[in-house]
């Protein structure tokens, strides 16, 4: 699927991702998929598993998409970002997950993407393979950022990629904790800084540690 179809389909999915972050994650996802599976946190109505997704279809591979689908903190009732559009008056909560699939069906995903509805702490607990990228872009307090970049950072195989939304040097731009957690990926010696798209950070896990 070309970049300029996936920007149509873009059009009518909630989400918060510029264009250029998008082309770079179909960019990284073509290129990850090759060496093994794919996974992303924090998927909400599926803009980013769209481009990320389409990647890794067009290599032929697997992305498995974490988001327990009721929201991070800025997502509820009352706060920055709510969309009522979103909230199940049925269950009581923030529920994104009829849209991810609706994104997953429109774009042909179905046997790509791996749903799993659930947190990313509890995900990770039993996983139990390398992945050749791992896009990290779930909550944004600095308990859940610390928390994805904990359970899934060392399962970042030898030439693959970690990629974190929204890092913002600047407090004044925006929230902190995804910086926060790049900055802790670099001080780890693991990985090495590719260049900054806009505000996702791409980083390259290193063959030898040091």
Not at 109 to 137: R, Y
Request: aromatic content about 8%.
């Amino acid at each position: 699927m070309s970049l300029d179809h996936l920007h149509t389909l873009s059009k009518n999915i909630k989400g918060f991702l510029a264009r250029d972050e998008a082309e770079a994650l179909f960019a990284l996802g073509r290129q990850c998929a090759p060496l093994g599976p794919c996974l992303e946190i924090g998927s909400y109505c599926g803009l980013s598993t769209l481009y990320l997704g389409s990647g890794v279809k067009a290599s032929g591979g697997v992305l498995f998409s974490i988001d327990h689908h009721q929201g991070s903190e800025e997502h509820q009732p009352g706060e920055q970002y709510h969309d009522p559009e979103l909230y199940d008056s049925r269950l009581e909560t923030m529920n994104s997950f009829p849209a991810f699939l609706q994104t997953l069906r429109l774009a042909g995903l179905q046997e790509t993407v791996v749903p799993i509805v659930a947190s990313s702490a509890l995900t990770a607990k039993a996983w139990a393979g390398p992945l050749s990228l791992v896009f990290i872009d779930g909550g944004h307090s600095l308990e859940s950022a610390l928390t994805d970049y904990r359970s899934w950072a060392s399962w970042v195989r030898p030439g693959g990629i970690l990629a974190i939304h929204d890092i913002f040097p600047d407090p004044a731009q925006g929230g902190q904790a995804p910086y926060e957690i790049y900055k802790l990926a670099l001080a780890s010696g693991l990985f090495e800084a590719l260049p900054m798209v806009n505000t996702l950070g791409c980083l390259q896990r290193r063959s030898v540690s040091v």
